[in-house]
């Protein structure tokens, strides 16, 4: 999960916050293409599987802040 500190950099820096959401993003896309095109063995894809069910929380997490700070405007 993302860390405290990390939460609040997003709350308050947009800046911050679009990185984090465009590495996330970025991550999550990647992450999808290796599971789907993967010869890999089962434990493995259960661990990518498992991080990125974890990473999708956070982008979600993240996009939350996001339309929270947006509605504050």
């Excluded at 999960?1 to 679009?18: F, G, P, Y």
């Excluded at 999550?28 to 990125?52: C, G, H, V, Y």
Aim: glycine residues 0%.
């Amino acid at each position: 999960m993302i860390d405290q500190l990390t939460l609040e950099a997003c709350k308050n820096d947009r800046s911050i916050l679009d990185l984090k959401i465009n590495n996330l993003e970025f991550a999550i896309k990647q992450s999808e293409k290796i599971i789907n095109e993967s010869t890999i063995d089962m434990n493995t894809l259960k661990f990518l599987r498992k991080k990125l069910a974890h990473s999708t929380i956070e982008l979600e997490t993240l996009y939350l802040i996001r339309n929270q700070n947006h509605s504050d405007l």
